[in-house]
């Protein structure tokens, strides 16, 4: 396994330090090679598009809970 990269990120005139890891899953080789495939054709990459898609998952799934404790309020 490689050892962790470290980059920097900026918002702002804030610089954030990002450490990323290396995701290792197992799935079928033909849902890869599909997977692979759709996104290149919309010329990007697996990784850009793995990246995005579980940033908007865990936004996703904190705006789900919120909606929950704010439905809770409501109720009690």
Do not use: C, H
């Amino acid at each position: 396994m490689q050892p962790a990269r470290k980059g920097k990120l900026t918002r702002g005139n804030k610089s954030l330090q990002v450490k990323t890891v290396r995701v290792s899953i197992e799935i079928p080789e033909n849902i890869r090679d599909n997977f692979r495939d759709a996104v290149e054709r919309n010329g990007k990459t697996m990784k850009d598009v793995l990246t995005l898609y579980m940033q908007k998952y865990i936004w996703k799934q904190g705006e789900l809970q919120k909606n929950r404790q704010k439905r809770r309020m409501e109720l009690g």
